[in-house]
């Protein structure tokens, strides 16, 4: 393969407003070679990628693809440059089938030839090893199987640069390993491929170059055999970060949580959690890991008096020598507040549940508490100092108190998020993705912050979807897989294949 | 690759960009650039279609909005009226539940007004009267509110269809009145009501029988303005327009926002009806609302419910119309040629907030 340049940025900026998401980035994509595109959240991977795929158009700077000055306005454009992007949300249409997704929007005869465009899909399946039934209707597929169909879409088009944009983070570390094998058969094939990531591990692993962007800016780019997880990082971080998670041994471990058979439906009907029965310790971290959409949403609002309950009790022991008992399972959000339970919980939609976008950091701290001042009238005053505390100890970036959080970016928006909740010093503190959207070491002092209600004797039960940080992070881990605990092992000893496996059902054997 | 060089070769581009900021005095030289080129379209349209001089006819809506005393306090009691529409609006779309059925609620209110004055008000004196009327316009605007809030609270129900089918029934149960309080027999109409005795009419205050009507606009507009920004209340029924999740998750009663703000909503609406009724009219007829419930959204749109702003659009939209009906008979022309004006200097006005917030840029590709 010879080392030509199928892609050339020259000093791409793109702003937002005052928001410059890209400063002068330059970058080259060689044929035939995987090239990862590497930095944390809002350092403008995408944004960079979406310039390529026609979304967004370049303020200043140049784009060569196959050696030739571009304008690309429309994903059409893209596409007739042989520019195709598997986004991180699948654009898929889920009552039709892979094959009529796959051709959707292509001009076309008439008479649609489904039998030829079958054929045609089977044999790009075949060529580059992908596991893909043609027939098969959206819905009843898994995230893997989507992800399949969104990448066969492309190749259909003619596609021979491929960008993949966090296309691991849905995945289970065997389908990552799937993906991985076809996207080397597809560079060996001579297809030019970029993968947008932040996961290092998966750098070394399947790229031949890395190109590290930092809050917008180029940084500079590398050959994979020569990166460590180590220069990576500080490359992205800009000084060395430590990564440990300093996890202490339980103490005063005591039952605060008591989940008995519960059973949910979802307002489609859909049985979502069957038979759940766990216990939750005060003083300990229990990690609760799954393919996103396993039940991780519904069993944590469950808890939190935010769904309806099919069946089953839930428990709250107030304190373990005398023995009072709350039931969860009768009460309403409102109820747990009013009953004086601190339970903080951290929803996985932040800004559809959580928060609300439109309103100030002040107005959104008192989103919990704005009932427990007496009259009519709403006290402004302790939340403006909670929202000032907040801002000043978790470093939120914004304009002013005043910004509605929606303007604010996503890592901020969650501090915002996470910092209300642990204010309240919380006997149970539930967790969804704490650190999504988060950089590196904005995540390692969330970490911390939970390790620290930990100690403080509060029961932490975490929803994540990064098996490395669980494993270092919790004490227990228990693994939702198609509604039900399909088991909770020790994090300590426990293995990122063993939950990998007890992720898919503990059926699947790879 | 050849076909597609040649499509792209020397092609230019325009593309909005959002501004960064822009300075106050470039934001109103772009808005008054606006105005000068809508009077001047507009000048062009009036020449065009009537042949007559556009200044002339300018001025002709200037004097039939201000020219007399008397024009000046129709166009301030229209314009109340038309406020405290929008104001009582205000609350429930914020609650983002879009309620387009205040020409029903001010219908049903209206219809209280007249019930009040015809049945009660001889026999109450005139302060007692006007408390019965006010409020009985109130609990007709609240019982015509709460129905589609309970059944969007309970049911789910689209709020937007169940309202404005509720107009309809509000147009026959008018209907119905007309037949029952006709007078004098036979006209179809209701006449005007209590014409001797004037009992329930709205006294004169300060020397205008409208006074009473702005002060109690005023009134409302103040305390709808403090209860949205600082009352329990109004911070609540803001968390359930933004998502009913969150409001669930705060340990919000979502339903019983639902209920509470629809009948603040309605209330206020029904109370605009009793301005019309027993505060200017003093009839009642299936045209008493006169459209004014559907104009009231466009005012609290345009205003983004900032009360201030509501005034202004308010005042602008029933100059123009008073204005209208001046050159009507001034000039001869339809009432409608008013409406183009109006809609000229509209579009002139909504569509420059885009040049205020976005800027164009071209860009030309290489050969």
């Known amino acids: 393969m010879s080392e030509t340049n199928v892609i050339e940025l020259k000093n791409v900026t793109k702003r937002f407003g005052e928001v410059v998401a890209n400063d002068n980035v330059n970058l080259t994509l060689r044929k035939g070679e995987i090239l990862s595109i590497l930095g944390e959240n809002g350092s403008g991977k995408t944004t960079l990628m979406n310039m390529l795929s026609g979304i967004y158009f370049p303020d200043e700077g140049s784009i060569r693809v196959w050696g030739k000055d571009v304008l690309i306005q429309s994903p059409r454009d893209a596409f007739d440059l042989k520019i195709g992007m598997i986004h991180q949300h699948f654009k898929l ?12 929007g292509l001009d076309g005869p008439m008479r649609l030839n489904m039998k030829e465009v079958t054929t045609k899909i089977n044999e790009l399946t075949g060529k580059y090893g992908f596991d893909l039934n043609p027939a098969q209707k959206i819905y009843s597929m898994s995230v893997s199987q989507k992800q399949t169909v969104e990448i066969v879409k492309v190749l259909y088009r003619g596609a021979d640069i491929l960008i993949l944009d966090e296309p691991t983070a849905v995945l289970t570390p065997q389908e990552t ?10 560079r060996d094939n001579g297809k030019s491929i970029i993968i947008i990531t932040h996961k290092l591990n998966e750098v070394l692993e399947i790229s031949d170059r890395v190109s590290v962007l930092r809050k917008g800016k180029y940084i500079g780019t590398v050959d994979t055999c020569e990166a460590t997880q180590e220069s990576l990082t500080e490359m992205m971080v800009g000084e060395k970060v430590s990564l440990d998670i300093d996890r202490s041994n339980p103490e005063n471990v005591e039952r605060r949580i008591e989940v008995r058979g519960l059973n949910v439906r979802n307002n489609e009907g859909y049985h979502v959690l069957k038979d759940i029965s766990f216990t939750a310790n005060a003083g300990e971290i229990l990690g609760i890991a799954g393919i996103s959409g396993n039940g991780q949403k519904e069993l944590l609002e469950a808890i939190g008096g935010l769904q309806t309950i099919e069946s089953g009790e839930i428990l709250y022991y107030t304190k373990h020598d005398n023995n009072v008992i709350e039931k969860l399972h009768q009460m309403s959000a409102g109820d747990i507040f009013d009953l004086g339970i601190r339970l903080s919980f951290v929803p996985e939609d932040r800004l559809g549940m959580g928060l609300v976008g439109s309103m100030d950091i002040t107005d959104n701290m008192m989103i919990r508490s ?55 010093a919380p006997r149970v503190l539930m967790v969804a993705y704490p650190v999504r959207g988060l950089d590196i070491n904005s995540s390692y002092a969330i970490y911390n912050l939970l390790n620290e209600q930990k100690r403080a004797g509060a029961c932490v039960m975490c929803v994540g979807e990064d098996l490395d940080v669980l494993l270092s992070l919790c004490d227990r881990i228990l693994v939702l897989s198609g509604g039900r605990v399909s088991g909770i092992v020790n994090a300590r000893t426990a293995t990122k294949e063993e939950v990998g496996l007890l992720m898919t059902g503990g059926k699947e054997n790879s | 690759m050849d076909k597609h060089s040649k499509k792209s070769a020397g092609r230019t581009v325009i593309h909005m960009e959002k501004r960064d900021s822009i300075s ?8 008054g650039a606006a105005v000068l080129l809508s009077l001047l379209v507009c000048a062009i349209v009036i020449i065009a279609i ?5 200044l002339e006819v300018y001025a002709g809506i200037v004097s039939g909005a201000v020219g007399t005393r008397r024009r000046i306090w129709v166009t301030v009691r ?22 387009i059925g205040a020409e029903g609620q001010i219908l049903m209110g209206g219809a209280a007004s007249a019930a009040v004055m015809i049945y009660a008000a001889n026999k109450l004196p005139l302060p007692l009267a006007i408390l019965v009327i006010l409020a009985a316009s109130c609990a007709a605007g609240v019982l015509w509110g709460v129905i589609p809030a309970f059944f969007k609270a309970y049911f789910n129900t689209n709020e937007t269809l169940f309202t404005l089918m509720m107009n309809y029934v509000a147009t026959q149960i008018i209907n119905y009145l007309i037949c029952i309080w006709e007078n004098p027999k036979g006209s179809n109409t209701v006449g005007v009501i209590n014409s001797k005795t004037r009992a329930g ?34 911070y609540e029924l803001a968390v359930v327009g933004e998502s009913t999740d969150t409001a669930r998750y705060a340990g919000i009663n979502v339903k019983k926002v639902i209920l509470r703000t629809m009948c603040l909503s309605g209330a206020i609406c029904g109370l605009a009806g009793a301005l019309i009724v027993a505060g200017a009219s003093h009839t009642i007829s299936t045209s008493t609302a006169g459209g004014r419930g559907f104009t009231a959204i466009i005012v609290a749109w345009m205003s983004k419910f900032n009360p201030a702003a509501m005034v202004a659009v308010s005042v602008f939209l029933v100059f123009m119309q008073q204005g209208s009906i001046q050159i009507a008979t001034q000039f001869g022309l339809n009432e409608n040629a ?3 004006i109006t809609g000229i200097l509209l579009f002139f006005l909504i569509g420059c907030e885009f040049f205020v917030n976005y800027k164009l840029t071209v860009y030309r590709e290489e050969a």
Not at chain 2, 24 to 31: L, V, Y
Not at chain 2, 206 to 219: A, K, N, P
């Open chain 1, 93 to 104: 249409i889920d009552i039709l089938t892979a094959a009529e997704n796959i051709i959707l």
């Open chain 1, 177 to 186: 390993d799937k993906l991985f094998n076809v996207l080397r058969s597809m």
């Open chain 2, 338 to 340: 008013s409406d183009i």
């Open chain 1, 370 to 424: 704005y009932n427990k001042s007496r009259g009519l009238f709403t006290d402004r005053k302790v939340p403006y100092n909670l929202a000032a505390e907040v801002v000043d100890k978790l470093d939120v970036v914004t304009p002013s108190l005043e910004t509605p959080v929606r303007r604010l970016s996503g890592g901020n928006v969650q501090k915002v998020l996470v910092g209300r909740e642990i204010a309240s």
């Open chain 2, 50 to 54: 009537t042949k007559q001089n556009p």
């Open chain 2, 24 to 31: 106050r005095s470039k934001a109103w030289m772009i808005r």
């Open chain 2, 78 to 99: 229209e314009t109340v009226v038309l406020l405290i529409i929008a104001v009582g609006l205000v609350p429930a779309f914020r609650m983002k539940f879009w309620n």
């Open chain 2, 201 to 234: 009419w709205f006294p004169k205050i300060f020397g205008s029988e409208y006074c009473l009507s702005v002060f109690i606009v005023i009134l409302v507009t103040v305390l709808v303005t403090i209860y949205m920004n600082y009352s329990k209340h109004g």
